[in-house]
């Protein structure tokens, strides 16, 4: 992104200055990601502390994912109290916070996924898809990344748009292949609602790994020029 200058991010600064990614758009995104971490991690550790599962039947390793979970929802909290303010130091710490807490939130569905997995005993069969998914639309994202900051630099991008979906529908039809053929062998077919579940998981986990791309851009725009700094944009 080093040979990329202020003209290739023009429709970034117009988010900034006058879009979504104005302060009050992070702010008002950070709180509906708060709220959405929120119902799906407390679920999760609710089903956790079931008669089924049991906290104390957990490994050390969920013990730890939860106490950071704890922590990074007190983070999340502070973040939004102390950038409330129309400063420099907000919009940088907001920036951080939409990429960070995006990540964070595409993630934490899959807990639930898991403790309701583990209260049915098909965790083993389960984990291993999610970790398939996880890995791959991690890939994809990367892709996706990659793909959008070099569309900044080539403006007849349209010219290699077709290689660029080969390029993701390849990949994307081995791994539900790999994944179909995992909840055969399993004999997962008769979980159809945990099934179903994941999949819904998988597609906002999907969407989330795409959005934050642009909060990543915006992000970098933020630290590296100073003109898209809040105190030069007279609407905040």
């Known amino acids: 992104m080093s040979k990329l200058s202020e003209e290739n991010f023009a429709a970034i600064k117009s988010e900034i200055q006058d ?9 008002g995104y950070l709180m509906g990601l708060l709220l959405i971490s929120g119902f799906f991690v407390g679920l999760s550790f609710a089903v ?15 013990h730890m994912i939860y106490y950071m979970e704890a922590v990074l929802f007190c ?12 400063n420099q130091v907000s919009q940088k710490m907001l920036s951080i916070g939409m990429v960070l807490f995006t990540y964070k939130a595409a993630l934490d569905p899959y807990l639930l996924v898991i403790m309701f997995s583990k209260d049915r005993g098909k965790d083993d069969s389960v984990i291993p898809i999610i970790l ?21 630099k080539d403006k007849k991008k349209k010219t290699n748009e077709r290689g660029t979906i080969y390029f993701v ?51 970098y725009c933020i630290f590296k020029f100073p003109s898209f700094s809040v105190k030069n944009f007279s609407h905040r």
């Open 19 to 27: 879009g979504r990614l104005t302060l009050a758009g992070m702010r």
């Open 48 to 62: 956790a502390n079931a008669n089924t599962v049991g906290w104390d039947t957990l490994s050390s390793g969920w």
């Open 75 to 86: 983070i999340h909290i502070l973040l939004l109290l102390f950038c409330w303010g129309s």
């Open 132 to 152: 398939i998914i996880l890995v791959s639309g991690f890939i994809l994202h990367l892709v996706i990344l990659f793909k959008w900051i070099k569309s900044l």
């Open 169 to 219: 529908l390849a990949p994307v039809v081995a791994i539900l292949t790999t994944i179909t053929t995992i909840v055969i062998k399993n004999g997962m077919l008769g979980e159809f609602d945990l099934l179903f579940g994941l999949f819904i998981v998988t597609v906002v986990y999907l969407g989330l790994l795409i959005g934050v791309c642009e909060f990543i851009i915006a992000m």
